[in-house]
């Protein structure tokens, strides 16, 4: 049969580690909102990166599409049946 005492030091050393764990846990909680934020942000830095190079190809894509309409045009400005951009 258990002391007085034991029971003593084991419910001192149940509280000391329940405390320990919340410490922890309260560390761990704000460490993870933490990490969300700057993945969230890294995400959003990729999808900028990712979209600015689609951008940049259409946008080329674009230009090169109206010099070959450009062409075509002055090829056939003579007859009047070109396209206008």
């Not at 405390?19 to 990729?46: F, M, Y």
Request: glycine share 4%; charged share 30%.
């Amino acid at each position: 049969m258990e002391t007085v005492q034991q029971y003593v030091d084991r419910k001192a050393g149940l509280e000391e580690r329940v405390q320990g764990l919340e410490s922890e846990r309260s560390s761990l909680i704000s460490d993870i909102a933490s990490l969300k934020e700057r993945l969230a942000i890294l995400e959003l830095e990729h999808n900028a990166t990712s979209l600015a190079t689609e951008v940049e190809a259409l946008r080329t894509e674009k230009c090169v599409l109206e010099e070959k309409i450009a062409t075509y045009i002055v090829e056939s400005a003579p007859t009047g049946e070109g396209y206008q951009i």
